[in-house]
């Protein structure tokens, strides 16, 4: 082992250790904060689950069985000691385990966003290093241009027209999506291709704007002359000089995106009628369904901050350079 | 001419874009044969990097090269195909260039880099790695098995040239060009750097190609010296020839604009007075993380004074600039004799002049904006035309952005900055360092002028001792953080001398002599250069 290979895996470990203390203050904060904040929302959860015929009395044991009655902190001291044992209470609007339905609703989120990231990455490097090889030439420009005015319309917008053209048309996919969470493999990628298209498209224009200006900066640069000088093959330039140094930048927006995605996204998921966290905390928050949105908040906001610790360490992996301590800048 | 490794005739490069062409070379010629060592001199802009390209058959976008005549190693370098020229680059030449730590790719290990090479001409994984190693070795880097494995940014400037060296002859090549291969190194390790070169040359018999505008440096290394300027070769012939007896108008203006070591400067210094201060500096200290820029510096800077600051990059001189500036947090105790700090309004005690006035000016305001705001800033009471006039700018550059300007009149714009108002001390952190050496001389004109004309007091920071010793009343060597030595001018260049300062002196007398030595009486004790003169 050699003195710089131990460096990095010391500066790894240390990251993680950071973050396991991190991330679950941050998820305290936000829990604390989305409870404060729902108490804004009109509207007695009791009232809300039984309906106007119930009596008062009916309200108030309903509430103090599932513990949003008494003083907002013995409301949270409630919710956030069974939500560490894994009692997270009954949904209000539901009247299901809100385990049960937020983990099912999550697994959809993460398998249509997985299936939206799967398909921007590679489409937005592909694109992005094809305009970087190409700069100032009108294949670039159009690309540029093309992909800006996408990102310009409203993703409901564009699920609209893709949903007339596939569904309505052309006939190739369901024009609702919420058989996605059921049936085979194939069939489920079938359903969710049109969404998972959607929400790709939302984030493909700066993702390849990012990798575009990554590989461009790579390609102009010394070290790449050095490379060609050599009289290393371009292939070779391309695998061990470009991609690397290209990537690098991209990464940072690439975390931020796939814990996005993975979180559910409201607008494409209520379009097309797919059972996802995003519709699902709508609901929620409209309902005042208090223990359903703080455990959804909770989870996706684990997701995000998992995304996160993903790509730090794909960070560090990636290029040697990077060390996560504050350093005095001058 | 079939016998030399370059021959070139003719060479003609020119870049064009949608609107215009400029040619950048025009009509070079020049041969070097095997094992001699060639030099190309000029200022930035002159075209000589532009021909170290064209010898390797790299074409920038736009540049269109043509020659009657351009053989290296026996093939004509503009008639090759895409995998012949990839071969030729491969096996015939090497290349050192000019800012190692751009030139070395970050996320590789200098191993890999290197290694490269050698996978290249075919050889296995394991042999590739056991000859990167003795690569490594033959450059002197230290522990070569554990060196392959660290990082580009983890290694010292002197470090990854040496890489960059191993990388470039890995493979015996004929050729080996170096592209200003020590500008921005220290004056040792530039001295470390270029006699590691001469003795691989030696051993290995390889041509070079050194391209610089350091013509002390370049006289040094090679036999034969060409001059150029915007693109045509305005003069060659042998090292001693070319320095001494220089018949060229434009050499003889980069001869005489060469600071010289031996002359003292002929500044007044009887107005300087270094017993009536006017800054104390006690137990300055600085660390970062552990280790500390700066190590309990105390001295004093008189009203009138210049002081001169000179150590290797590390040493912490640029961290004396800074804390002195107040740019820095630093422990210690910085006090000006006057309570300026009483002043109404509040004006800034010190201005500072950086190295890269690229990186200083703000790209998008003119010189004119430049200008006024130091004016309004500094509490000066001239015109932005006054300002401009007394630091020798012409007055149609002040509607120009920066980037419309050359070197020199980028660093005069920074410089007049800091003069715009009445401030009692001024900093500058290597002014000279990244201007060509016509430039310089005239800068350090500007600066003693300056000084003369406002009685300020001046911190000058350079790693060159003859700049320094040109302009310096006193001057003060940092070593790893500490202060070394402080003395008036003279007395430290002829006097009593911590040994550190005399190993200073030693490699820039060293590095200018070499200058003109004639290769033929090269000193009997010298071992590979009286080899080299045969």
Redo the contacts between chains.
């Keep these: 082992m050699t003195t710089t290979s131990v460096e990095r895996r010391t500066a790894l470990l240390g990251l993680l250790g950071k973050r396991v203390v991190q991330i679950p203050v941050v998820l305290l904060v936000v829990s604390i904060l989305t409870f404060w904040l729902l108490q804004v929302v009109p509207g007695n959860p009791g009232r809300n689950a039984l309906g106007q015929y119930a009596t008062a009395a009916q309200v108030t044991a309903w509430n103090h069985d599932n513990g949003v009655d008494g003083s907002l902190v013995t409301q949270y001291l409630h919710w956030i000691g069974g939500f560490f044992v894994g009692d997270w209470g009954q949904s209000l609007v539901y009247s299901t385990p809100v385990r049960e339905l937020v983990l099912e609703r999550l697994g959809n989120s993460l398998l249509l966003g997985l299936y939206a990231f799967v398909i921007m990455v590679p489409v937005a490097i592909a694109l992005g290093s094809a305009q970087a090889y190409r700069e100032g030439k009108r294949s670039d420009r159009a690309i540029t241009v093309g992909l800006l005015s996408l990102s310009a319309i409203p993703e409901f917008v564009v699920g609209v027209v893709l949903l007339l053209v596939f569904a309505v048309w052309l006939r190739v996919v369901p024009v609702q999506s919420a058989a996605g969470a059921s049936g085979d493999f194939f069939d489920r990628l079938r359903v969710m291709t049109l969404p998972a298209v959607v929400l790709a498209l939302g984030y493909l224009a700066v993702l390849t704007r990012m990798v575009r200006s990554g590989t461009s900066e790579a390609i102009t640069s010394q070290f790449h002359r050095t490379a060609v000088i050599k009289g290393l093959s371009s292939a070779t330039i391309v695998r061990r000089h470009v991609i690397r140094n290209a990537l690098v930048p991209t990464l940072s927006v690439l975390g931020i995106y796939l814990g996005t995605l993975l979180g559910g996204s409201v607008i494409v998921e209520t379009l097309f009628s797919y059972p996802g966290l995003g519709a699902l905390m709508v609901t929620a928050a409209d309902r005042k369904d208090v223990l359903l949105l703080e455990s959804g908040v909770m989870i996706t906001g684990a997701v995000s901050l998992l995304a996160l610790l993903f790509t730090d360490i794909c960070f560090v992996l990636m290029d040697p350079r990077i060390r996560f301590n504050a350093r005095e800048t001058n | 001419m079939t016998t030399s490794v370059v021959s070139v005739d003719n060479l003609r490069v020119s870049y064009s874009t949608s609107r215009s062409s400029v040619e950048v070379v025009r009509g070079v010629s020049f041969d070097i044969a095997p094992g001699e060592s060639y030099g190309l001199v000029g200022e930035s802009g002159s075209g000589k990097s532009t021909i170290a390209l064209a010898l390797?058959g790299?074409r920038v976008a736009g540049a269109t090269v043509t020659a009657d005549s351009l053989n290296v190693a026996g093939l004509d370098v503009l008639d090759l195909s895409q995998s012949e020229?990839?071969?030729?680059?491969?096996?015939k030449?090497g290349?050192v260039?000019q800012?190692p730590a751009?030139?070395?790719?970050?996320?590789?290990?200098v191993g890999a880099q290197v290694a490269?090479?050698f996978r290249?001409r075919g050889d296995d994984r394991g042999l590739a790695r056991r000859e990167t190693v003795a690569a490594l070795d033959r450059v002197g880097l230290p522990d070569p098995a554990?060196f392959a494995?660290?990082?580009p940014?983890?290694l010292s400037g002197g470090q990854q040239q040496r890489v960059?060296i191993a990388?470039a002859l890995a493979v015996s090549p004929e050729l080996l060009i170096l592209d200003e291969p020590t500008t921005g190194l220290d004056a040792r390790v530039e001295t470390e750097v270029m006699a590691l070169i001469d003795q691989l040359q030696i051993e290995l018999g390889f041509a070079t190609l050194l391209i610089s505008h350091n013509l002390p440096l370049v006289a040094a290394h090679c036999q034969r010296i060409g001059v150029l300027e915007r693109g045509v070769l305005v003069e060659h012939g042998s090292a001693a020839d070319v320095l001494l007896n220089p018949s060229h108008a434009y050499s003889k203006k980069l001869v005489a604009a060469l600071p010289d070591l031996a002359f003292a400067s002929a500044r007044n210094r009887d107005s300087a007075d270094e017993t009536d201060p006017l800054v104390t500096v006690t137990g300055l200290s600085k660390s970062?993380?552990g280790k500390r820029a700066l190590d309990n510096v105390s001295l004093t800077i008189g009203r009138n004074e210049i002081l001169g600051i000179v150590g290797q990059s590390g040493s912490g001189k640029s961290t004396f600039g800074?804390a002195l500036a107040g740019?820095?947090r630093y422990d210690g105790q910085v006090s000006f004799t006057d309570s300026f700090e009483r002043r109404r309004p509040a004006r800034p005690l010190v201005q500072m002049v950086f190295q890269s006035p690229d990186a200083s000016l703000n790209p998008r305001r003119t010189v004119r904006q430049v200008f006024a705001r130091s004016i309004e800033l500094l509490g000066g009471t001239g015109t932005v035309e006054m300002l401009a006039e007394s630091t020798g700018l012409d007055l149609a550059l002040l509607k120009l952005l920066p980037h419309e300007l050359s070197g020199g009149q980028k660093q005069r714009v920074a410089i007049a900055r800091a003069f715009a108002g009445p401030v009692p001390l001024v900093i500058c952190d290597e002014p000279t360092s990244a201007l060509d050496v016509s430039v310089q001389a005239l800068v350090l004109d500007l600066l003693e002028e300056l000084q003369e004309r406002t009685g300020v007091s001046f911190v000058f920071i350079s790693h060159d001792l003859a700049v320094v010793r040109r302009l310096a009343d006193r001057i003060g060597v940092l070593h790893e953080g500490r202060l070394v030595d402080l003395a008036p001018t003279e007395q430290l260049f002829s006097g009593d001398v911590d040994a550190y300062t005399e190993s200073l002196i030693a490699s820039a007398v060293d590095l200018r002599a070499r200058g003109v030595r004639t290769p033929a009486v090269a000193a009997p004790g010298d071992g590979w250069q009286a080899n080299r003169a045969r």
């Design positions: 390797t790299h020229l990839r071969a030729f680059r491969a096996r030449i290349v260039y800012e751009r030139a070395l790719n970050p996320t590789m290990t490269e090479v290249l554990t494995s660290r990082y940014h983890e960059v990388m970062y993380g800074r740019l820095i």
